[in-house]
């Protein structure tokens, strides 16, 4: 009998081992298991991000004026410039009138003069440089109400503002259907980061320069143009023949995309045989680049 209960007890204790060794013992082939996250970008099959290439304001910090707004959508939309401020270089700051983003909350203004480009928010004013298209005034309208979180659809619009198209990814914010969900994409980072990298500088460059000499007497036109982030300062124009002083020009300060053509006749020249000339932009103010304020003109 006693036997008996020593084999039952033997049983069950083997039992158990074995039921242990199944349960915490891997037996037969290791298998692995691979998280591999969503995909937030704005693109997932590379398309471009902006309605157009290089688009921006004129500087990282950005005015605005909340208008006609309830208590509610007028903190969604600060929480949505405050979230942009932190993940970007950006900065925003309220003003009470001159604003470079215009929000608003009135459904009348929905189809003022058909000027949004994309969903409820977007650039209004654009001037077009050689290097940038230059958003000088952007309008949002807060219709929705947001139920997330975070503000989704004052970002969304934000982003709109900022040069940004619907995205054709889900997960990201500028999708054209709304999700708590959805985040930022680093490439929307990332893209804004490297255009708001270039200083807020003008840029004077030469556009075009015709000359001819009659003797010692020369004939010029001078086109120049400010492709720059601001409006430039007072600067002047040196005309050099050989190495020499032979004419300066007062040059007027010039807005962002516009330029002037200058006209000149009869600059006289003591010297008789000319084999080039320099034209000059001299100013005291940064520029993006000062390599294209010089022009050289050879002798045919």
Not at 80 to 86: E, G, T
Not at 150 to 172: M, T, W
Request: aromatic letters at 12%; a negative charge.
């Amino acid at each position: 009998m006693r036997l008996k209960i020593f084999f039952s007890f033997l049983f069950i204790i083997l039992f158990v081992f074995l039921l242990a060794v199944y349960w915490f013992v891997p037996l037969g082939d290791v298998v692995s298991f691979d998280f591999k996250p969503k995909n937030y970008n704005f693109s997932i099959n590379g398309e471009d991000m902006q309605f157009y290439s290089n688009l921006r304001f004129k500087g990282s910090d950005i005015s605005y004026n909340i208008l006609d707004c309830p208590l509610s959508k007028k903190n969604d939309m600060e929480y949505a410039f405050d979230i942009v401020s932190n993940k970007t270089r950006l900065s925003f700051y309220p003003v009470a009138s001159g604003e470079e983003i215009s929000i608003t909350c009135d459904d009348s203004e929905r189809f003022e003069g058909g000027l949004f480009i994309a969903g409820e928010g977007g650039p209004i004013n654009i001037t077009k440089t050689e290097n940038f298209n230059v958003i000088l005034h952007g309008k949002i309208l807060l219709i929705r109400e947001s139920t997330c979180e975070r503000p989704n659809i004052a970002i969304h619009e934000l982003f709109h503002v900022l040069g940004f198209k619907h995205s054709n990814n889900l997960n990201n914010i500028m999708y054209n259907i709304s999700k708590c969900s959805q985040i930022i994409g680093e490439d929307n980072i990332n893209l804004i980061d490297q255009l708001y990298s270039i200083p807020s500088y003008p840029d004077l460059s030469f556009e075009n320069i015709d000359s001819s000499m009659v003797s010692r007497y020369l004939d010029t036109n001078i086109s120049i143009r400010n492709n720059g982030l601001r409006e430039s300062e007072m600067a002047k124009i040196i005309i050099y023949a050989d190495g020499k002083n032979i004419k300066e020009i007062e040059l007027k300060p010039i807005d962002i995309g516009y330029g002037i053509t200058i006209s000149l006749t009869n600059i006289f020249i003591n010297k008789l045989n000319v084999d080039s000339l320099e034209y000059v932009i001299d100013s005291d103010f940064d520029e993006i680049d000062r390599e294209n304020n010089r022009a050289v003109l050879k002798i045919k």
